[in-house]
């Protein structure tokens, strides 16, 4: 789909775009305070705070409602901070573009459902207001890709994108696993989507946050969308990621922004070694097509003898002695087992090709 894409939020020249606010507008005061704090910072693009919250289960704070959409006017007013916060239907939409509100955000539970961004798309239209999607919860580029293009349908020509990782099933230091490698196919498919890093719902803890925002500007992202709170221990959602305003900007002030690309003198350093990636990228081809060839004739030993395809004790061995090895050259389990588990795919396909062609 062909699109003409205009920035959420004009950066200003040196640093990163900043969003920042409490997860919650809790009490008037609570927002008003935590404003007047991050407007001193002088660094703020946008305050967040979540009005409607949707919560995993009955019974959680689900925030004050339309009440604090009046505060958010509020902030603005007074501190001259430029608002936003997540619309999840209709209503939610007609009575923040009614306020003023100046920025909307389509949370993780609402992009992963085409009928509610529809929804939201719906009432957006012909309205002029930019928006930002995050991703859906679970790793699915799709859904991700979908809302955008519902929401630009809708009119909509600022759009940008938040990456605030996906739900994992297992064990894992972050609340929100990154799979940075989705952000980047995003950014690929849509280069003039800015990228904001929600790194407080990728950490879900506070002792990462600086982390994750530093991985996120190297990565070359437009800025980031961090939970502030002036009490963050007795935040009534959240608490475990919210930091105060003077953290928070102390945050900032340690974050380094990188240059997007090299000059052209750094560019000869680069191309020199890219080069020598390149070559060795072509022997790695030309041997895992060797590998391949081999896997080929094991498929046609199996189709005479009858012999099933897979085998698990020797893909083990393989498993074992290929990690092994490579973590004597420096890389990674987690890298070993996602390279392993691709050839072996292939070398399975390559078989089952053969075999079942003998039947
Ligand atoms: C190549 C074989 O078939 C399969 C593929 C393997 C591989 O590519 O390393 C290992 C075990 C089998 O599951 C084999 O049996 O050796």
């Not at 064990?171 to 929100?176: A, F, V």
């Not at 895992?288 to 061995?317: C, H, P, T, Y």
Request: glycine share 8%.
């Amino acid at each position: 789909m062909e699109m003409n894409i205009g920035k959420v939020i004009q950066p200003t020249p040196g640093r990163g775009v900043v969003i920042a606010g409490p997860c919650s507008a809790e009490t008037e005061g609570q927002v008003m305070q935590c404003a007047r704090d991050l407007a001193k910072l002088g660094q703020v693009d946008l305050y967040r705070s979540g009005i409607w919250k949707p919560r995993t289960r009955p019974g959680s704070f689900e925030g004050v409602g339309k009440e604090g959409l009046s505060w958010l006017k509020r902030v603005k007013e007074e501190t001259g901070l430029k608002t936003t916060t997540e619309v999840a239907n209709a209503s939610h939409v007609y009575d923040c573009l009614k306020a003023g509100i100046d920025v909307l955000w389509l949370g993780a539970r609402t992009t992963v459902n085409p009928f509610s961004v529809q929804e939201v798309a719906d009432a957006l239209n012909g309205a002029d207001v930019p928006v930002l999607i995050k991703n859906p919860i679970n790793p699915d580029l799709g859904l991700w890709i979908g809302a955008v293009e519902r929401i630009y349908k809708a009119g909509i020509t600022r759009i940008g994108l938040i990456h605030r990782g996906f739900s994992y099933h297992g064990e894992t230091i972050y609340r929100n696993v990154p799979r940075w490698q989705m952000a980047i196919e995003m950014k690929r498919r849509f280069p003039d989507l800015q990228m904001i890093v929600d790194n407080s719902h990728i950490c879900g803890r506070r002792d990462l946050l600086a982390e994750v925002a530093q991985e996120a500007l190297n990565l070359n992202y437009d800025g980031l969308m961090t939970e502030v709170h002036p009490r963050p221990d007795e935040a009534w959602s959240d608490a475990a990621q919210q930091i105060t305003p003077a953290v928070f900007g102390e945050l900032i002030k340690n974050l380094r922004l990188r240059k997007p690309t090299a000059d052209e003198v750094e560019m000869e350093r680069l191309t020199e070694l890219r080069r020598q990636i390149d070559e060795i990228d072509n022997d790695l081809i030309g041997m895992i097509g060797r590998r391949m060839k081999l896997a080929d004739q094991i498929g046609e030993f199996k189709a005479e003898r009858n012999i099933a395809v897979l085998q698990e004790s020797r893909w083990e061995e393989v498993l074992q002695e290929a990690t092994k090895q490579g973590k004597d050259h420096g890389l990674s389990e987690e890298f070993m087992e996602g390279y392993l588990r691709a050839i072996h795919q292939e070398s399975i396909d390559h078989q089952d090709a053969i075999v079942n062609k003998a039947r």
